[in-house]
């Protein structure tokens, strides 16, 4: 099953692909990379630099195009009983370019297809149930691509740097996810999980650029740097949580998330390549098409 | 409140909008006109045709870029207390092109700010619920942007066409929807209601055009022609339906839809000027943006 049109390109999931177990090493993945994107061998750098921005933007538009035959095709698949559904999960430190990938990459799709939802801190009534329980409801039915802007890692990172819950919670949580995940992929959802992986120094200079726009502002809040502050307590907790919960069921992509243009390429790449493999079928009518022409034909 | 840019071209809301009080005269309508789109006056009618719709491709994607601007001012507003919201109320007969509006439409706006949602025959748990139900819990959030692909309104209609609730029951639903989207209405919603106005040989074309491409058979249902046996019902009902509920709170907007890039042009256009209208502004942000920067400078 699948097809394999891309023989002659490496595939960027096994390229981004954490391998299953063990903790994941990140400080040894470097944030400022391409993995697999074919830029050339240019003489000068500045130039190379452009026109490499150029050919990704290119190439992040014309695969979008295959995206959205793929995904219509997923649709269409799904109205006739094919259970199959996508599952982006994006997770990454602030500025990580979450939103950014959900408007560049996503937009290529039918949005009518796509479910989206963005998990911020969890409500009173949210924390009234079991973690999984709000993530559980907005998850894409059969034939839809879902995209989760922070997800249920959440409930693995935040707690755990924050102490606000005992260690054997945090524990325990990561057997929960893994479970959860192979129960949702056995019963169709292919998941990508996706870690945007960007360098404190970048972090700091992305938070400067919303300082310098006030149009900006409205991103920014001042816990921002809170959070910062504890950057290596977060790699530790995201080291822990890729490493735990990087499943032959789901695995999770680290990319290189510096450069923005990399990371809308690579993201389409893993969509386009994850579809590619599902390879939806329109399904054929179960009407008779010539009498049905012949009856419009004839009124 | 509200910029006016556009005195050198004719308001399309005010070109498309039905008039508040009285039965729709949908006959009367055109289905294949293109009011408000400056096409000029060229001598050869294919020329001009041609040129008209390169033109539109190209004036939509402009409108576009104009939209995802106003869309991000709506959002970011809508996290700094602004109750405001938009819904598109899309309706028209099968094949009048609902699903490519929202494709083409919606394809402008970042989807993370869109609440999108088809409705079908209602499910057994929806029925026995009020009508409104369903729709209720589906609205747009402050500062999302809500999409629906047919509403609350197929139960002013397929329920009359096929009689399936009596005549006091359909009777009082116009009412309901009148008291229910102006409650909305002041608790921030501003409605866009459009139908996709097609005629009937248009309708047969595209419904041989999907016979033709055995990609597009699971879009088609043999039910498709019995629903259209039933065009001067539909186009009864729908009259009744878009004359008892065009409210100066929620007006409805009759678009000619037999040209496809017409449709495109005249709902983006819609929602331009409403959006323009709600003018929503940027928050500022509530922290010192010079101390943050500092801050974060001497790390």
Chains 1, 2 share one sequence.
């Not at 699948?2 to 177990?21: I, K, M, N, Y």
């Not at 599952?87 to 430190?93: D, N, R, T, W, Y």
């Amino acid at each position: 099953m699948g097809t394999q049109p891309h023989t002659d390109q490496p595939s960027v999931r096994d390229l981004l692909r954490l391998p299953v177990g063990g903790p994941a090493d990140l400080a040894a993945l470097p944030t400022d990379t391409t993995p697999g994107f074919d830029g050339g061998k240019a003489e000068e750098k500045e130039r190379e630099k452009k026109e490499r921005k150029e050919r990704a933007a290119a190439g992040t538009a014309a695969l979008g195009r295959r995206l959205a035959r793929l995904q219509e095709r997923l649709y269409a698949a799904g109205t006739a009983g094919d259970r199959r559904r996508l599952l982006l999960v994006l997770q990454g430190m602030d500025t990580s370019g979450k939103g950014g990938t959900v408007k560049h990459v996503v937009g290529h799709f039918n949005p009518a297809g796509c479910r989206i939802r963005a998990f911020k801190a969890p409500t009173e009534a949210e924390r009234a149930h079991h973690f999984l329980w709000r993530v559980d409801r907005s998850l894409p039915r059969a034939g839809e691509v879902g995209i989760f802007d922070r997800s249920h890692y959440e409930d693995v990172l935040v707690p755990r740097v924050h102490g606000l819950v005992p260690e054997p919670v945090w524990q325990r949580r990561y057997r929960e996810i893994n479970a959860w995940e192979q129960m949702l992929a056995d019963d169709g959802v292919t998941f990508v999980k996706v870690f945007l992986h960007i360098g404190f120094d970048e972090q700091r200079e992305r938070l400067l650029a919303r300082l310098d726009r006030p149009r900006k502002h409205w991103k920014f809040s001042p816990d921002d740097l809170t959070e910062r502050a504890r950057w290596p307590d977060y790699q530790e907790a995201y080291a822990a949580a890729l490493g735990h919960c990087s499943s032959a069921a789901a695995p999770w992509y680290v990319v290189p998330a510096d450069r923005k243009w990399y990371r809308n390429w690579a993201v389409s790449r893993l969509l386009l390549e994850t579809l590619e493999q599902l390879d939806p079928q329109y399904p054929s009518g179960t009407f008779d098409a010539e009498r049905t022409r012949a009856r419009l034909l004839a009124e």
